[in-house]
């Protein structure tokens, strides 16, 4: 069973950009894969952000899609995520997943709460 | 886009009753639908892929069907640990996207 952990800044400064990580158990390679983020607003639902594949392949929400980066690290076992131009509409809980294609999203980071705020 | 139009968005049962929540898309996406529930405070926990079939270690009391545009996950005996929200997610393509959950609560 694959373990997944994000870390990063728990407050961000408005117009700032967010920056995590999310540690994964386990290759980032070694099967095909798409390395996931979701966010959840407080009291909201889930919002797909996007992925990374194993390949480096990358896909956004468009609504996001100007804002957000999503990168990989084999050297450290690790994907990152960036929004940029934050605003107080970015405070959320951010996940990490893992998406395997047709058998969808199978695994979960705890989750970590970034607040933007001055 | 696929949009994923879950309902109810919240509804209340009595312990053992059988509870259904529904997703229907916007487009066919053939059985690629998961289900999740998620508890305060945690991450979300997949119950369901493919449209019915049952992760690993889940109580079989949980269940869903259908294909195309409508789906259901149903509760065959509502249990006080099942007090959660429940979202579906369609993994047919990209972007994937999220239903708007549901929260069940004991009445």
């Known amino acids: 069973q694959v373990q997944l952990q994000e870390s990063g800044p728990g407050l961000v400064r408005p117009s700032q950009t967010l920056s995590l990580s999310c540690s994964v158990s386990?290759?980032?390679?070694?099967?095909?894969?798409?390395w996931t983020w979701v966010r959840q607003r407080p009291g909201k639902g889930l919002e797909w952000l996007g992925y990374i594949s194993y390949r480096g392949n990358t896909d956004y929400n468009p609504s996001l899609k100007s804002r957000v980066t999503i990168s990989l690290d084999t050297s450290k076992n690790q994907f990152s995520l960036k929004v940029t131009y934050v605003t107080a509409a970015d405070t959320a809980v951010y996940y990490c997943?893992?998406?395997?294609?047709?058998?969808?999203?199978?695994?979960w980071g705890q989750g970590t709460l970034v607040t933007v705020s001055s | 886009d696929i949009q994923m139009t879950q309902s109810p968005s919240a509804m209340s049962a009595s312990i053992g009753d059988r509870v259904t929540i529904t997703c229907r898309a916007s487009q066919d996406i053939s059985n690629f639908l998961a289900w999740f529930q998620q508890k305060p405070g945690e991450a979300p926990k997949r119950l369901i892929y493919?449209?019915?079939s049952l992760q690993t270690g889940v109580p079989s009391r949980f269940s869903g069907s259908g294909s195309g545009t409508e789906f259901t996950l149903t509760i065959s005996s509502l249990q006080p640990e099942d007090v959660a929200t429940y979202y579906c997610l369609q993994h047919n393509s990209f972007p994937r996207t999220f239903g708007q959950g549901t929260k069940v609560e004991i009445k």
């Open positions: 997943a893992r998406d395997k294609g047709f058998s969808g999203v199978d695994s």
């Open positions: 386990g290759s980032l390679t070694s099967g095909a894969y798409y």
């Open positions: 493919v449209a019915s």
